[in-house]
């Protein structure tokens, strides 16, 4: 048996058991992977994220759910990056880049109330969903008139892919109740695609979207408090399928979380050459052990 550290932050707020939370493991780099897929598997939460070293980036961060390896997640970098940042571990530095299997992207801090870390995503890519809205919205516990028919549902990615659903109304998120067993028959294009329902109408009248994030099966969780990643992709969404601007960039406030008492906000900016960034903070919760 193998004694881990764990260092619990939550992601996209600033209060403790709001926003997203992540497994930060600090000694990655002496585990091997079926080791970190132990650990996430044992923490539970969506994502456990480990630092390491790289020759291709200033470091590299691998991610965990308990079912699988992913190429990226928002939440986990922004509690991976915090930790790291306040521990010292990153010395004076404010700009350094990331390997992940996503790609080697740029990372920024800032203070504005607090530390603020700002990462750029993936270039945003959508694909065609030609599978039943019927059969979508039985999936998510809601009827298929709350699915807004005017905006395209689709696939899309700015590192990890999730099928962008947009709704009519916030009532119908309170009703939500998914069946996430149900999805890789409906997603038929992307079996391993988690499900991402939208709105425009929002809860905070500083937000421009809200938003859940039910997971795929194969991932061991149910449903993610807010998700980076998936913002990410919801602002490139925006820029293309809602204001149809490419001239100008966007600055965007996507709220999560409500629904499940994990309240949290991304910040996303959409340049006009279809770059995204996402921008969130995470607070330090506690830290535990596991044996694997």
Same mark, same amino acid.
């Given at each position: 048996?193998? &004694? ?92 350094? &880049? ?180 996402? &921008? ?13």
């Amino acid at each position: 048996m193998k &004694t881990i550290k764990v260092y619990h932050y939550d992601a996209f707020s600033n209060i403790p058991n709001m926003g997203n939370p992540a497994g930060v493991v600090l000694d990655g780099d002496n585990l091997e992977e079926e080791q970190m897929q132990a650990v996430a598997e044992k923490v539970g939460f969506n994502e456990t994220a480990f630092p390491l070293k790289s020759d291709k980036a200033d470091l590299r961060i691998r991610y965990f759910t308990p079912g699988h390896e992913i190429n990226l997640c928002g939440h986990a970098t922004m509690a991976t990056i915090y930790a790291l940042k306040t521990k010292g571990l990153l010395g004076d530095k404010t700009d350094f &880049t990331i390997e992940t299997k996503a790609g080697v992207l740029p990372i920024r801090l800032h203070s504005k109330d607090g530390l603020y870390i700002t990462m750029k995503q993936a270039i945003p890519q959508f694909q065609e969903f030609n599978g039943s809205l019927q059969e979508l919205a039985l999936s998510m516990g809601i009827h298929e008139g709350d699915i807004e028919t005017e905006l395209p549902t689709l696939y899309g990615s700015t590192g990890t892919w999730t099928l962008l659903i947009p709704i009519i109304s916030l009532a119908a998120f309170k009703r939500m109740n998914p069946n996430n067993k149900l999805f890789p028959n409906i997603l038929k294009e992307m079996p391993r695609a988690s499900i991402h329902p939208f709105c425009l109408e929002t809860y905070d009248s500083n937000a421009h979207m809200h938003a859940r994030h039910f997971s795929s099966p194969f991932s061991g969780t149910i449903e993610d408090p807010v998700t980076g990643t998936a913002s990410g992709v919801m602002g490139a969404y925006y820029a293309r399928y809602i204001t149809k601007n490419s001239d100008s960039s966007l600055n965007l406030l996507i709220e999560q979380g409500q629904e499940i008492g994990r309240n949290g906000r991304v910040s996303v900016t959409v340049t006009k050459c279809d770059e995204i960034e996402i &921008t969130g903070n995470a607070v330090y919760v506690n830290d535990f052990e596991v044996s694997i």
